[in-house]
């Protein structure tokens, strides 16, 4: 799977838009973006995924770039309770299953 | 339906014992995935286990090791605990596509 890279750490305002950048350039043509985030000790929870087009769900929004190189979480109006590590990475999607790499993730802080 | 079950949720062991992690999926997905989670390296996949075969290995010594069980539930074994392995241990099923997690067990080596 294609490694991903994404700044350390961000804050935001809450009630104002979130998003979350990740690079992946050697992203491979069938390798699909995940977003997951983490809350303090829980286990990680998926946000969205993708793999051309940008998607939205009622969590958030996806926006991957034409060349697939990076992409940006956006989460549309951020509250206290979306404080928590969002991890971006690369796989393939549906069929069969491959190691993740997770990398280090963006910690987010909203504040009020 | 309900989520990703593991069990124990917290444990603590001394040096040189071994430790059986149990994780249950979500009912009907058969791939079942290890990950280690410790504040220095970040979340680090351990292995993965499909219809009883596991099918993808990351890079951890011998004394991690696994199991899935035909019911789709796995185990996780670690021999000779060494503090280093103090960490939480994370579960996730799947379908193929995303993965839901459980969580975790938070395994303390003294």
């Known amino acids: 799977d294609a490694k991903t890279t994404q700044p350390p750490s961000m804050d935001c305002a809450e009630g104002r838009a979130a998003n979350l950048p990740c690079n992946h350039s050697t992203i491979s043509g069938n390798e699909y973006v995940y977003w997951y985030r983490q809350i303090h000790s829980q286990g990680p929870q998926y946000i969205i995924h993708g793999l051309k087009n940008n998607e939205t769900n009622e969590m958030a929004s996806l926006i991957i770039t034409e060349d697939r190189k990076s992409s940006t979480l956006i989460l549309p109006h951020a509250t206290l309770r979306d404080t928590a590590v969002y991890y971006c990475?690369?796989?393939?999607?549906?069929?069969?299953?491959?190691?993740?790499?997770f990398g280090t993730g963006t910690r987010l802080q909203v504040t009020l | 339906k309900a989520g990703v079950t593991q069990t124990p949720r917290y444990l603590i062991k001394t040096r040189g014992q071994q430790v059986t992690l149990s994780c249950s999926p979500i009912s009907g997905h058969r791939s079942v995935s290890w990950y280690q989670q410790t504040p220095g390296q970040g979340l680090q996949f351990l292995f993965e286990?499909?219809?009883?075969?596991?099918?993808n290995k990351g890079n951890f010594p011998g004394r991690f090791s696994g199991r899935q069980f035909s019911n789709s539930r796995s185990e996780m074994n670690v021999s000779t605990l060494e503090l280093g392995d103090s960490a939480l241990y994370l579960c996730a099923s799947s379908l193929g596509g995303e993965l839901f997690f459980g969580e975790g067990s938070r395994l303390t080596v003294l």
């Open positions: 286990y499909f219809s009883e075969t596991q099918r």
């Open positions: 990475i690369v796989r393939v999607g549906t069929g069969t299953a491959s190691k993740l790499t």
